[in-house]
């Protein structure tokens, strides 16, 4: 059955228009799809969706920018990912076929064995003696792959630049300059939405797992010493309720568990407040699109499952016809991880500053070499020397006292115990930290399929994509009841009147009237507007709700404001008066 909805959905997302494998006339690709004119449309809803939820909400705190799809390699240095960001691939030594090892493991033995190391998994292979999948031939060692695009940046051999895996790197890069942009406020979320590339080794799953896709992501920057500060916002959703699967449950095959958002941080399970709050407003966001509570989860994931930058990372979760639970976001604390990297290799400050609510007078020891002991030691030189002392900060200076090692300025020796200290009175304005960061992350590719399969239903033999009407790719239809002039041009004027009032339609006089119902109804459109005979007598027209098919009479001079309140949640009965059928 779950086979059958499968098909179903793919077929009509080809032939309505919504999504398809690219490069069909030459085969096609895996790992690329195209989105036709109505999967832009719903993709494009959603985003905006996404943007009222996450940044529109919160814009006293949350901005939005753009940064270039291509970044120099120094910046995927830092990040890590060049080093980090792999898979494990093993390829079959009689047709040499290459797989994605844990995938091949789990088909063959359901086991997960996301973390594993290479080694480990090549010892499973073994031991099991998991065959290729193609020919049954025997596979090799297991080893690891990096996901990176690479690409040369002008026409330069050896100006290395990387197609971004995610958009985090370019809000990072682009923090400080947002920051001051922003009047130097913390906390700080700065979104972005925009398309990534990960050179997957064996995409599968359709729509869910691509090699080029779009991403919509917030990096929200706080200060760690003040959880509370850090999420002036969370009362909104202290009380709002989350299915959790703590590791700890995953690993002894437990189920996910209710919490509220309040008690999730009170009793650990979520680290921090600000993380547990974007996974509220990410739970409310996915049942935005038509996906119940009841088929929605976060899985945590474990020390070995999650990025290398993440202390706490959870996978939200929304069941699918054929594949059963799939991500559809990612949720993770990154600390200061991404920041710092960036400060030590390009060298720039990153931190920001924060002021106390009064000046301290604090004492510090400062640290300095005996200038009695130069001039004595060094005579000539000491001008020299006092030159090159000036390069030397005091974290060096007290290393060295610490460590009990002399000093080394080129040829010259400075013995610890020349390094003299003094406790001097100092006021102090505030202080330097670099913030923490909660990043949650969607694919939108992923949340389009998700919302287009939930949105799927059959009634009497024809098919309906009930999207929420907010979503919905196109909002209403025009249809003249047959093609007689006076109709086609009442009709016509509708439209325009439509169209200019903001709303997205589309004009149709071709076939019969139901025929074009079903039409509509297959594409999701949540209003239809017939003009009839009786139009052309009282100005007034009929809108026909796409889910249950009823339908209300509606004077043309309000139409308008009522599809409005219509598109926003408004029943159909607050439009006018019922039709009867």
Not at 256 to 261: F, G, I, M, Q, S
Not at 378 to 398: C, D, H, I, P, T
Not at 546 to 559: A, G, K, M, N, Y
Request: with cysteine; net charge neutral; charged share 30%.
């Amino acid at each position: 059955m779950a086979e059958d909805k499968y098909s179903k959905i793919m077929e009509l997302a080809k032939r309505r228009g919504f999504f398809w494998p690219s490069y069909e006339i030459y085969g096609g690709v895996a790992g690329f799809y195209d989105l036709g004119p109505y999967g832009v449309l719903l993709k494009n809803r959603i985003v905006e969706k996404w943007r009222r939820f996450f940044v529109a909400d919160h814009s006293n705190y949350v901005v939005e920018i753009e940064t270039p799809i291509i970044g120099p390699d120094k910046v995927y240095i830092a990040s890590g990912h060049v080093e980090n960001f792999t898979d494990p691939i093993v390829e079959c030594l009689k047709c040499g076929r290459k797989f994605r090892a844990d995938h091949l493991i789990k088909n063959a033995l359901g086991i997960d064995v996301e973390g594993a190391t290479p080694e480990e998994m090549t010892n499973i292979i073994r031991e099991n003696n998991i065959r290729c999948p193609v020919c049954g031939g025997p596979l090799g060692e297991v080893r690891t792959f990096n996901l990176l695009f690479k690409t040369q940046i002008g026409p330069y051999e050896g100006n290395t630049g990387y197609f971004r895996p995610e958009l985090a790197q370019g809000m990072f890069v682009a923090f400080k300059r947002v920051y001051e942009a922003m009047r130097s406020r913390i906390p700080l979320g700065i979104a972005q939405v925009g398309r990534v590339g990960r050179n997957e080794i064996s995409p599968r799953q359709a729509m869910m797992r691509l090699r080029e896709f779009n991403i919509m992501e917030m990096e929200y920057f706080m200060d760690p010493e003040d959880p509370e500060g850090s999420c002036p916002f969370f009362y909104r959703r202290e009380n709002a309720r989350l299915r959790i699967l703590p590791y700890n449950l995953k690993v002894e095959g437990g189920e996910p568990v209710e919490y509220t958002v309040a008690e999730a941080v009170d009793e650990g399970v979520i680290i921090h407040r600000c993380l547990a709050y974007w996974m509220a407003v990410a739970n409310d966001f996915i049942q935005s699109i038509g996906v119940p509570y009841s088929e929605i989860y976060f899985e945590e994931k474990g020390p070995k499952e999650r990025a290398h930058y993440s202390s706490q990372t959870f996978d939200q979760l929304v069941r699918v016809s054929r594949w059963g639970w799939v991500e559809v976001s990612g949720h993770s604390y990154r600390g200061d991880y991404d920041l710092s990297r960036h400060m030590k290799f390009s060298g720039q400050d990153l931190t920001v500053f924060k002021p106390y609510p009064e000046p301290r007078v604090e004492t510090r020891t400062e640290y300095f070499v005996d200038k009695a002991y130069v001039g004595r030691t060094f005579k000539s030189r000491a001008r020299e020397v006092f030159r090159l002392l000036e390069g030397v900060g005091q974290e060096e200076l007290a290393r060295a006292v610490r460590e009990g090692k002399p000093l080394k300025l080129g040829d010259i020796i400075i013995p610890p115990d020349a390094i003299k200290t003094k406790n001097v009175k100092v006021k102090i304005s505030g202080k330097k930290y670099i913030p923490h960061v909660v990043e949650p992350s969607f694919g939108v590719e992923r949340v389009v399929y998700v919302a287009f399969e939930h949105a799927y239903r059959e009634k009497e033999g024809r098919v309906i994509l009930s999207f929420p009407r907010d979503i919905a790719p196109v909002q209403v239809a025009v249809l003249p009841l047959v093609e007689e002039e006076p109709l086609l041009k009442k009709a016509m004027d509708v439209y325009h009147l439509l169209r200019e009032s903001g709303f997205y339609a589309v004009y149709d006089d071709t076939g019969s009237i139901g025929k074009r119902y079903a039409r509509y109804d297959e594409i999701g459109v949540p209003a239809a507007v017939t003009i009839d005979f009786q139009t052309l007598e009282d100005d007034t027209v009929t809108v026909r709700d796409r889910d249950s098919w009823r339908q209300v009479r509606v004077p043309v001079t309000v139409l308008p404001e009522k599809l409005k309140l219509y598109i926003n949640g408004a029943s159909l009965e607050e439009l006018g008066e019922p039709v009867n059928s």
